[in-house]
Each structure stands twice: as structure tokens, then as C-alpha cells.
């Protein structure tokens, strides 16, 4: 079954630092998502992409973040100069068909950041 | 009035038991409907789509009413496997013709022996 793939795992960074989270989606996905989940509480959407370029983002998605599909495989959120309440499982999806017919997610990016 | 509630739970039941979770949405133009399963720590996985019909899928039963803007989720003899959080995702439509999909903060179940 195809996969969507998150790396890393489980990073850890400085209060301060930039990190970059990767995603690989499902390879004829058109559509893209970043979500996150800090521990306890429910999924947040943050941003969708679409042919190349950034088709909704939640107040959430300031301008710390940003996102970035740089080889037409990986698709990437930054941020920029992470804090202490950045921590939070971080998950990418895919969808096809514009996501009516539902999303697949990876397993996530748990971020801690110190 | 939140756009996708749930009641948070948890439901605690024995194996074999039949357990209903609900929820509300606020946003009338939404236009497809889930049920994603969560286990602790884990990415959320697609359990089933829900229709206006209805719809099964073995010992699961989704149902959608569209005018009180409500859904269901039905486990029917339930299994310990089936512990884990389950998240209603509603789908809101852009402007463009694609969506993005909101959650609810998802209903907890313990099956236990």
C-alpha cells in the first residue's frame, strides 16, 4: 500500500534554532498538508499546497513557517526560529481527487524543542 | 459552536459490547465526512468515508445526517484491538474547488477483557 514518508522521527532542537521537517507524499498525490498535534489535544491544520504553491494556511502558519516542495518528490515546512511551544507531533498528508475522498497521513515528526 | 465537536470520552466497555460515539458540525456547506482511527502517539488512518446513505464496513456503521448536521460512528462487538481514539473529520470546501479537512478533538475507547 502506498505510504506517505516523514523524516526525521523524533527531532530535538535549541529554542532559537531552524528546523526542517520532510515529507515524502504518495507519488501521484496533487495535494499536500501539514498538520500538527501537541500532545493531548486534537489535529491542527496548517497549511495545504497545491501545484507548487500554497493554497490555504491557519493563523497558526505565520511567518516562522513555510513550506516548500524543492525536487517534485519531497515536500518541506520550516521553521524558521523555533519556541518552546513549537513542540508538537508534526504530520504531512496527501491526498488525491482534492482530498474529497479522504487523506493519507505519515507518522509524524515529533519536534521538541528545548 | 465549534466546527467539528465530539464527545471526548472515554467510552469504557467490555469485549463484545456495541458502542455509538456522535458528532456535530457547525459549517452546513461541508461535503465529505470521516472516521479516522488514532492510536496513541500514532498518525491518524483512515477507518471509513461516511455517505448520506449510510454505510458498513463489517462491524462498523457510519451514518450522516445532513439536516441536524450530525454523524455517527457504530462498533458492534467490539474487540480490544479496537482501544484507541476516533476522530471525526469533516471536510470544509475552498473557494478553488479543494478542501481541507477539520478534526474533532476525537472520542476515546477502552475495550476491556
Known amino acids: 500500500e502506498p505510504e506517505v514518508t516523514q523524516t526525521p522521527s523524533h527531532q530535538v532542537t535549541q529554542m532559537g534554532q531552524e528546523v526542517i521537517l520532510r515529507c515524502v507524499p504518495i507519488?501521484?498525490?496533487?495535494?499536500f498538508y501539514w498538520y500538527r498535534q501537541i500532545l493531548g489535544q486534537k489535529v491542527e491544520f496548517l497549511v495545504s499546497?497545491?501545484?507548487?504553491?500554497?493554497?490555504?494556511k491557519s493563523e497558526i502558519f505565520d511567518d516562522q513557517f513555510s513550506v516548500e516542495r524543492p525536487d517534485g518528490s519531497n515536500f518541506t515546512l520550516k521553521i524558521r526560529s523555533t519556541k518552546l511551544e513549537d513542540s508538537a507531533m508534526y504530520f504531512c498528508?496527501?491526498?488525491?481527487?482534492?482530498?474529497?475522498?479522504?487523506?493519507?497521513f505519515g507518522s509524524g515528526t515529533r519536534l521538541t524543542v528545548v | 459552536r465549534k466546527e467539528v465537536e465530539q464527545d471526548p470520552g472515554p467510552f469504557n466497555v467490555p469485549e463484545g459490547a456495541t458502542v455509538a460515539f456522535n458528532c456535530t458540525y457547525s459549517?452546513?456547506?461541508?461535503?465529505?465526512f470521516f472516521w479516522y482511527r488514532q492510536d496513541c502517539r500514532k498518525e491518524p488512518k483512515l477507518l471509513m468515508s461516511v455517505y448520506s446513505s449510510g454505510n458498513e464496513d463489517g462491524r462498523f456503521t457510519a451514518q450522516l445526517n445532513r439536516a441536524s448536521q450530525y454523524i455517527s460512528l457504530l462498533i458492534r462487538d467490539s474487540k480490544l484491538s479496537d482501544s484507541a481514539t476516533y476522530l471525526c473529520v469533516v471536510n470544509r470546501v475552498l473557494t478553488g474547488g479543494s478542501y481541507i479537512p477539520t478534526f474533532g478533538r476525537g472520542t476515546s475507547l477502552i475495550v476491556h477483557p
Open positions: 507519488s501521484n498525490h496533487l495535494y
Open positions: 498528508a496527501s491526498s488525491g481527487q482534492t482530498g474529497f475522498y479522504g487523506y493519507t
Open positions: 459549517n452546513s456547506a461541508s461535503q465529505s
Open positions: 499546497f497545491y501545484n507548487n504553491e500554497i493554497s490555504e
